[in-house]
């Protein structure tokens, strides 16, 4: 009774919630073995041995150029209001149904000037950007922003931290270079036998013709769409998503990538490609951890050579266009 006046809406939220839920039914699940027909055909062992070997890197970083980019950031971005303390007073209504709170009064007090407590900057710097106490002196030092930190010092070096990592992660990507091991330190193509892959036949995989499994297991509706571009497009020769266990190595954490396709166009020109596949987002709008990384996997993919590109797309379409023309 008591929510009488509001059941329509509770109902139609709770609808709505519950549909978001991803229910599987368990009688749907199945193992998925090998295709056996495309993972022993001696394209897909060739295709595999130009993308297995693994690679070192090293990165030139200038750390001169680090402090002068750091502090002109510094200057212009940093926005940094003094700290306060927000006072909020409520009523609460105790019933059957549960607790509501109801604000009553809300207010803040300014710490201008705060001088107890402060926090060790140059340590808190330095565990979030592994960066030497000397250079983050400098920055701080050159930046002339020190007063800011008085003004508000988790603040300030919550958003010190943000810059320093952006310029970091910039200068890593630009300056890493990849060299492959040696022809002994690789992915063997007998992990993919050794992998328990299972999915669910309604929601999460389609039957595959054309990939290393008889089926395919995607975690989006992206990565379904690709599938079945990749099936059913006649230029795709074979394909494979690319397991959890292959991983390049990056300053900034591994890297996974998504596809590895074969294209056969007019059954004589191959062309061999390690595909990202970002639908509905721009490049450059994905997380800046994320896009780092997916940049050092093209540096690690040039250094391997083998005729192989890496490639980001977010369309299936035109980029098998792309390649038909050429």
Known sequence: ??????????????????????????SDKKSIKLNKQ????????DLWDR??????????????????ECCKEMQTSLSVSSAKLIYTKAGLDISAGGVVAEESDRYAVGLNNLQENIPDIIAYLQNETNLTRKTIVEILL?????????????????????IISAKMRHMIVDGIKYTKIGDDEYYAQELFETEELTGYLSKNMIESKKSVYEYV????????????????????????????????????????????????????????????????????????????KIKCGRKHFEALGNEVAFDDIDSFEEFIEEQVVL
């Open 1 to 26: 009774e008591e929510f009488e006046p509001v059941k329509v809406e509770i109902t139609a939220l709770a609808r709505k919630v519950c549909s978001t839920l991803n229910i599987k039914n368990n």
């Open 38 to 45: 495309v993972y022993l055909d001696p394209e897909f062992k």
């Open 51 to 68: 993308i297995k070997y693994k690679t070192t890197y090293s990165v030139d970083f200038d750390s001169e150029k680090l402090i002068d």
């Open 142 to 162: 050159k930046s002339k922003t020190i007063d800011l930190f008085k003004k508000n010092p988790q603040r300030y070096m919550e958003q010190v931290v943000q």
């Open 217 to 292: 297991v995607y975690d989006s509706a992206n990565e379904e769409s690709f599938a079945t571009s990749f099936e059913n497009n006649k230029n795709i020769k074979l394909y494979a998503k690319l397991p959890n266990w292959f991983t390049i190595a990056t300053p900034l954490g591994t890297y996974n990538p998504d596809w590895v396709v074969l294209i056969e166009i007019d059954g004589k020109d191959k062309l061999y490609f390690v595909l990202e596949t970002k639908a509905d987002i721009m490049f450059d709008a994905l997380r800046p951890l994320e896009s780092a």
